[in-house]
């Protein structure tokens, strides 16, 4: 039967109805074949029950049962469809067989003797031929002819460890007996353990590299976003210079033209006035210049020459521009001066804002005067110690708080209101700082801080401690904190005004933001400490 499927055609497979291989065939009794669904289905959209393919008319319904000769000659047919499909989707790097004409199909056995590789097909002869039948077998091997000692004709099928050389049975015996020889299937393993290995590694690196690559990405696009928010902050800076340029020029032509104005409106003041003597004097010329017969009878009437102004040390004095274009040019140097100060400073505000974090004070540390808000973002003295565990990580003497949030890499900023405060503390703290008796605010004692002290005495507290110049008196303090640049930062908000900076700092332990509302002085001093939300449009 298999014979027997070899020699049909799919076409004799095919179903005249749907035009796809039988299933479940069945056959009519004009002795047609048909899908059992499809001849089904054809009689019950039809009136009477006639044979597609001949047309004859049968008076009752035909019982239909599956053919299961056709049925296994089909599934046979199908086997061998699939089976070819199969060998013909050789991949890269598969053996061919050497004796497909057309369409080279993968080899199933290479053949030691012929020195051949064979599918499935053409391989037949080598298992139902007794003379071929005697002929060696082995896995499908490229380039055959390599394979095979070129000293004894046989399978190099050995490895010999010592001159990293293919080696036959033959060899071994004669030229590498005292030498360490093994299969070459062994050796092939153990290269492919290599190679797997060594793909892992390869592999690996590539991860590597493709994380670096997304990191060097990340790199330039971080970059890129400071660059345009440094080239917006340049734009912004650079064209309010250019409009303080400009006002200052036209501010000096201004000035320029209305000295020239003056001049030319007292010159023209002059000129009226010389022009109507003139004037007059013309007149007076003519009384003067009469006939002599009337002359006589004129003479009694003659009017003295009327009063006239003394001309000879009016001058019109043209102004000095001299030094005017210096004057305008060192006023607007000090304009820009102030207006570029003030604009850096509002970007490097805006600049440090961007790293704002949450923080809320931690009751554990709180001095027992102190009290805390709910949210635990506002503290002020109270007057009255109460009574609370006396823990390690609280301040026993000195009226001070720490954050719960601790720092010990990166960037991070917070701003706190000092409203209405005559005095306070403000700035962070490294977590092994003292907290029990006398607490010394330096950064020697762990402590980066400034201070108001008799609502007008700013200083930093560093060694010595440093006084501060302020322009007003700060109502809301930033304080920015860069660890691995040791740079500590106090703004005063409102007017984006750099406080004092602690720089060159050595961070090494955790720290956190530290508060100290001071005490209450009578209740001047009983307004709060806010740490607030950073508003960046400020």
């Given at each position: 039967m ?43 959209t039809?009136?009477?029950?006639q ?11 035909p ?36 004796i497909?004409s ?10 030691l ?6 599918c ?16 060696q ?11 095979m000692?070129e000293?004894h004709?046989k399978?190099?099928?050995l490895f ?17 007996k ?14 492919k ?20 690559i ?12 400071n ?17 303080s340029?400009?006002r200052?020029?036209?501010?000096l ?73 210096v ?5 607007l ?5 102030k ?12 600049r440090?804002q ?12 709180a ?68 907290r ?20 007008t ?40 005004d750099?406080?004092h ?5 050595s ?32």
């Amino acid at each position: 039967m298999s014979a027997a499927s070899c020699l049909l055609s799919e076409d004799q497979f095919l179903c005249s109805i749907c035009l796809d291989v039988f299933t479940n065939p069945v056959g009519t009794p004009c002795g047609h074949n048909f899908c059992k669904k499809c001849i089904s289905e054809y009689w019950d959209t039809n009136a009477t029950c006639q044979c597609p393919n001949c047309k004859k008319v049968f008076d009752t319904r035909p019982e239909l049962q599956v053919n299961i000769f056709i049925s296994e000659m089909v599934d046979q047919f199908k086997q061998k469809v699939s089976l070819r499909s199969e060998q013909r989707s050789a991949e890269p790097g598969d053996v061919l067989c050497d004796i497909c004409s057309e369409a080279k199909v993968k080899a199933l056995k290479s053949c030691l003797v012929c020195l051949m590789s064979y599918c499935e097909t053409h391989l037949n002869p080598h298992l139902t031929t007794s003379r071929l039948r005697r002929h060696q077998l082995i896995d499908p091997v490229e380039n055959l002819e390599d394979r095979m000692c070129e000293k004894h004709d046989k399978l190099l099928e050995l490895f010999c460890k010592n001159d990293q050389m293919l080696l036959c049975v033959l060899c071994t015996f004669l030229h590498h007996k005292s030498h360490d020889v093994i299969p070459l299937k062994a050796e092939c393993e153990r290269k492919k353990d290599e190679l797997w290995k060594t793909e892992a590694e390869i592999q690996e690196m590539i991860q590597k590299r493709q994380l670096k690559i997304q990191e060097i990405k990340q790199s330039v696009e971080l970059s890129q976003k400071n660059a345009d928010k440094e080239k917006s902050a340049g734009v912004q800076i650079f064209t309010a210079l250019m409009e303080s340029v400009q006002r200052g020029l036209k501010e000096l032509l201004e000035t320029i033209e209305e000295k020239q104005k003056m001049t030319e409106d007292q010159a023209e003041g002059f000129i009226t006035e010389l022009e109507r003597e003139i004037s007059v004097l013309q007149k007076r010329s003519s009384e003067v210049e009469q006939p002599e017969d009337h002359l006589l009878q004129g003479v009694q009437s003659l009017r003295p020459a009327p009063p006239t102004k003394v001309w000879t040390e009016v001058r019109v004095h043209p102004p000095s521009y001299e030094g005017s274009v210096v004057r305008a040019v060192r006023q607007l140097e000090e304009v820009i001066r102030k207006d570029m100060k003030k604009k850096v400073s509002e970007a490097e505000l805006k600049r440090v804002q961007q790293y704002a974090v949450d923080v809320t004070l931690d009751p554990d540390t709180a001095n027992p005067k102190l009290i805390l808000s709910d949210d635990g973002k506002q503290v002020h003295h109270g007057d009255v110690r109460k009574k609370l565990p006396e823990n390690p990580e609280r301040y026993s003497s000195c009226v001070s708080v720490l954050s719960k949030q601790g720092f010990s890499a990166g960037r991070f900023y917070y701003e706190v209101q000092v409203k209405g405060k005559t005095e306070w503390t403000l700035g962070v703290a490294r977590e092994s700082v003292n907290r029990k008796g006398q607490v010394i605010l330096s950064p020697q004692g762990g402590y980066w801080t400034i201070w108001l002290r008799n609502e007008t005495e700013y200083k930093a507290l560093s060694g010595c401690p440093v006084r501060l110049s302020v322009r007003s008196q700060p109502e809301k303090v930033g304080v920015f904190v860069d660890y691995e640049e040791g740079l500590v930062s106090f703004y005063d908000v409102h007017v984006a005004d750099l406080l004092h900076s602690f720089t060159g700092c050595s961070f090494t332990h955790k720290i956190f933001p530290f508060f100290n509302p001071c005490l209450n002085d009578g209740g001047k001093n009983s307004a709060p400490l806010i740490i607030c939300p950073v508003n960046h449009s400020e």
